[in-house]
């Protein structure tokens, strides 16, 4: 077999031939198609994690088809890899076994790949390759924010920060898909006017001083809100937030939270809720969601394995919108 | 009838003689056994609100008996008022009629005062009505934060910080009673030792640097967090919470939160959750809850109503734990 290898930090990615895998009992090996690319292959390529062990197999998300029988799948059945790994017995949060595939774990960039069985799901029927490999770690994260913790429902109107980015524009598509109204804001009025013609009711820059305001009028003000930046930014959340609004965060970009206001949250009966990947469970549900109203993920752009390279670097450009994804086999 | 009345700001309370309330249809007149004292009835008096008018009948908590037969009452029947007013129809958060009782409403601490039929309670039957007096708005406030919004069950271990406060001291109750591990924090070590002589746990002073590291060990750490301070100590509380922990905020005495880290939110998996007072509903549970495990709220000291201004110079020194009546009629 052959895996797409991170062989020290700040190197290019080499495509080694490596020892084959085998399954145990209860594994599943799976002869990966595609793969995507997430933020979190470049901190570790950067170095920006702790604890990173070389050289490693990168890649969190991954399509394939079945090789070995098993109880629950049979041979060249296509599969869908959970991206989240031993999350541990709590729907609550995650164990302190968890961890994202891909480092340590061989990742999904490679040919192959063995999984323990309840980690593997059936793809779903209407995605290519492509679309299916741009779901799992953007689509766990938004399913899990929007839904088992941010209770989303049709009723509910959404704002959705940074748009452009893969959570987020996962977070577009499942929550329009259920009927729900979705605003947007961006630094980039191409990446809005692209979240409008996707489903987006509307949105704003955030590089205006007064988008919150902006946003508020024109929209009448968010029950649920899908943030991945944090910072000095989070403020202008809670005021465009409504009464018993939720505002989930996946990420801290923008760095840490000044000045929050305690009287905003109790007054407005603000819930402001963390939320990280999701468990296998939630990718259950995820996969559900995504067959009953067929959503098909957002791909920008399939780089060929041998040009891995490159997708790195177009990835780390940001000019993508939608995932961008490698063919493998 | 009488009613203490604050005449203006900064101004002692008077009991004058006042013009005879009367009772439209739907309505209740009450004639007031006992009142209680909060924090707001403090702040009113200093002007430290915007709006108010005067002068004013203090007070959001009362108990008396039923003067006018009515659908729901009889004559005599001993009831307790709601505090919460006009809340609105979403049990998520108040509308915007909402208002505490007492000012610009005429409050409790009067021989008499009328109520629509739904913001009136039959009292349980195990307190008498110096206990009764001293539940209503902190109890409210407890019992949405604990369980409407923290949704404390017995398995969860609980933390209240500045514990000797109305809404704290209530929540202790409140825990303990559905068999949940409480744990307290104070600045005063005898407001500790008597709040594990109520069924707390354990504490700690939050005057120590290192008492979120003590508590945490000692503990194991918390799963829904009682808060009405605020400030630098919240970073404390998102420390010692465990993953998937609820921090309810109904205050923020201690201002705004400075650097809230988006990482340790999304990571932990946290909710934090901001409440006010509550619905009727939630007064409705709250008196299910209380009946149920026959809860008496803790009353620190009883005044006669002729020693008004006492009982609120008594109130504001901050030596009491528990609750600060005013006897009436």
């Not at 190197?11 to 895998?21: G, H, N, S």
């Not at 209407?126 to 989303?152: C, I, K, V």
């Not at 939320?275 to 959503?295: C, Q, W, Y």
Request: aromatic share 6%; with cysteine; glycine share 12%.
């Amino acid at each position: 077999m052959y895996a797409a290898q991170l062989p020290a930090l700040h190197q290019p990615i080499e495509w080694r031939e490596c020892r084959d895998l085998q399954p145990e009992k209860g594994e599943i090996l799976v002869k990966v198609s595609h793969a995507a690319l997430n933020h979190r292959d470049l901190y570790i390529q950067e170095g920006l994690y702790a604890g990173i062990t070389l050289p490693c197999t990168l890649g969190s998300d991954g399509v394939g088809v079945v090789v070995n029988e098993s109880g629950a799948y049979q041979q060249g059945e296509r599969v869908l890899i959970c991206p989240s790994v031993a999350w541990g017995s709590s729907e609550k949060a995650q164990g302190k076994q968890f961890r994202v595939l891909g480092m340590p774990d061989p990742g999904t960039m490679a040919t192959h790949i063995v999984r323990p069985e309840a980690e593997v799901f059936p793809c779903p029927k209407h995605l290519t390759d492509e679309e299916a490999a741009a779901l799992p770690l953007a689509g766990l994260t938004a399913y899990r924010a929007l839904f088992t913790q941010g209770r989303l429902t049709r009723d509910d109107r959404v704002l959705i920060t940074g748009i452009g980015g893969g959570v987020a524009t996962m977070g577009l598509l499942l929550a329009t898909a259920v009927g729900a109204e979705v605003w947007v804001t961006s630094g980039s009025q191409e990446k809005i006017d692209k979240a409008i013609a996707l489903g987006g009711k509307g949105g704003a820059s955030y590089k205006t001083d007064d988008w919150g305001k902006t946003l508020k009028k024109a929209s009448g003000g968010f029950d649920v809100l899908l943030d991945g930046a944090g910072g000095p930014g989070y403020n202008q959340l809670m005021h465009v937030a409504n009464p018993g609004g939720r505002i989930i965060s996946y990420g801290g970009t923008a760095g840490s939270i000044p000045k929050l206001s305690p009287q905003k949250l109790f007054w407005k009966q603000l819930h402001l809720i963390g939320s990280t990947m999701g468990s296998p469970r939630d990718f259950a549900a995820l996969l559900a969601l995504v067959n009953k109203h067929e959503i098909r993920p957002l791909v920008d752009r399939v780089f060929p394995v041998s040009e891995i390279n490159a997708a790195f670097d177009y990835f780390r450009s940001g000019q993508q919108q939608g995932k961008v994804v490698v063919s493998i086999g």
